[in-house]
């Protein structure tokens, strides 16, 4: 298998860093209002480590919302949130656990969320300089592992403005990478890429999740990935997920009214 990997603190394990049920993330009824309007309805979702599941379900329908409240970005109203076995939220409430565990999660969005006047070397170490104050010497050997990774090694030096589309999402994976993450959230990270390049970074999520053992949580319209790569779809409609299924079932014998119009819609 693979050697020993610096990018990682831990050797993949997916046992140990996981809850009594097999997942390294759970949220049990997360509910999120905005003005008084609700959006995330007593929520339960979960990743196993090296799984991915991918959130599908109509715009508006509140998977951003629950992918930000897990990453840390909203507060959640109510409900718990279990990350490597520990509780991080319960009742709505941030733990202790949580300034401990909040930074094996790393999320990507669909813009490009990289600084385009640094280069690809300064957007990858700058938040490990900041918030590990770690050494350049060792900071510069994993980013190049983490730019291997991602198939971007030879672009260590180059410009982000020099990058295509395709090859700026591989370089914010590679910078998500660098804070050694056990779970990673990616919010339509190909919306914008042609087809083929995304299926090439997407790629890259399936060979994290083999190699590495990372849990995975992606919200993508790309059913193609999704039917192929997910271990679990999970259908999201009025802020919660109605059916958490393979992509076999999903995709050939949906259960519930929704998710059936649902695929009826994309295919
Ligand atoms: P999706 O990602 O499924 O398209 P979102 O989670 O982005 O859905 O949004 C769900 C609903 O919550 C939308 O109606 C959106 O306008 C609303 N919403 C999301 N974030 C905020 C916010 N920060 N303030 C107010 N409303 C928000
Ligand atoms: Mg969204």
């Not at 990997?5 to 097999?22: E, M, Q």
């Not at 003005?35 to 480590?49: N, Q, T, Y």
Request: with cysteine; glycine share 10%.
């Amino acid at each position: 298998m693979t050697e020993t990997n610096p990018i990682l603190d831990k050797a993949p394990d997916t046992d140990s860093d996981a809850g009594p049920d097999g997942a390294f993330l759970r949220t049990r009824g997360v509910s999120k209002s905005f003005h008084g309007r609700p959006v995330l309805k007593e929520a339960d979702f979960r990743i196993g480590s090296g799984e991915i599941a991918v959130l599908i379900g109509k715009s508006g329908s509140g998977k951003s919302t629950l992918l930000r409240v897990i990453a840390g970005l909203e507060e959640p109203d109510a409900g718990d949130i279990d990350l490597a076995g520990e509780t991080v939220v319960h009742d709505g409430e941030y733990q202790d656990a949580w300034k401990d565990l909040r930074g094996q999660i790393g999320m990507i969005f669909q813009s490009y969320t990289l600084w385009p006047h640094m280069n690809v070397l300064d957007n990858l170490t700058i938040a490990p300089r900041l918030t590990l104050g770690e050494s350049k010497g060792e900071l510069l050997e994993r980013a190049e592992q983490a730019l291997t990774e991602v198939g971007m090694a030879r672009h260590l030096r180059s410009r982000c403005t020099q990058l295509s589309g395709g090859e700026r999402q591989r370089v914010a994976i590679a910078r998500a990478l660098m804070m050694r993450p056990r779970l990673l959230l990616c919010d339509e990270i190909t919306s914008a890429l042609d087809p083929p390049v995304a299926a090439e970074v997407l790629g890259v999520l399936t060979k994290l999740k083999e190699e590495e053992g990372i849990a995975c949580g992606i919200v993508t319209h790309d059913m193609a990935f999704a039917s192929k790569a997910a271990d679990r779809i999970c259908f999201f409609e009025d802020g919660l997920i109605k059916e958490d299924v393979p992509p076999e079932q999903a995709f050939n014998d949906p259960q519930t009214p929704g998710l059936r119009a649902f695929i009826d819609a994309v295919r």
